[in-house]
């Protein structure tokens, strides 16, 4: 059964850090790229981030670069969004994608609250 289980969100300050995390199981990891989206209430879903199968190329939206990282652990299974100097537009559901060809697998989501 494939699962992507999203961790690490919650409520923290302007200028804060969180760490998301994205256990996979069920399917081979290491030969998906694997994504990080985001959708707000009342907006569409957006790509946040983005790392190829060997994690040898990442890509990120204009807002995020130079405060979010993703990385991945193919040992681990494992899909990771580091975000710092975090800012109230940053507040979201955010989930995790894997993607090989015409396989597209998703998350369940994990909330990200930025607010005083």
């Known amino acids: 059964q494939v699962q992507l289980v999203e961790s690490g969100g919650g409520l923290v300050q302007p200028g804060g850090s969180l760490r998301l995390s994205c256990a996979a199981s069920?399917?081979?990891?290491?030969?998906?790229?694997m994504s990080w989206f985001r959708q707000a209430p009342g907006k569409e879903r957006e790509l946040v981030a983005e790392?190829?199968?060997?994690?040898?190329?990442?890509k990120y939206t204009d807002s995020v670069k130079g405060r979010f990282t993703i990385s991945r652990d193919n040992a681990e299974n494992t899909v990771y969004l580091q975000m710092h100097s975090l800012k109230p537009e940053d507040t979201a559901m955010y989930y995790c994608?894997?993607?090989?060809?015409?396989?597209?697998?998703w998350g369940q989501g994990t909330q990200v609250t930025v607010s005083s």
């Open positions: 994608k894997a993607r090989w060809g015409s396989y597209v697998y």
């Open positions: 069920g399917f081979t990891f290491s030969a998906y790229a």
């Open positions: 790392i190829t199968r060997d994690g040898g190329t990442t």
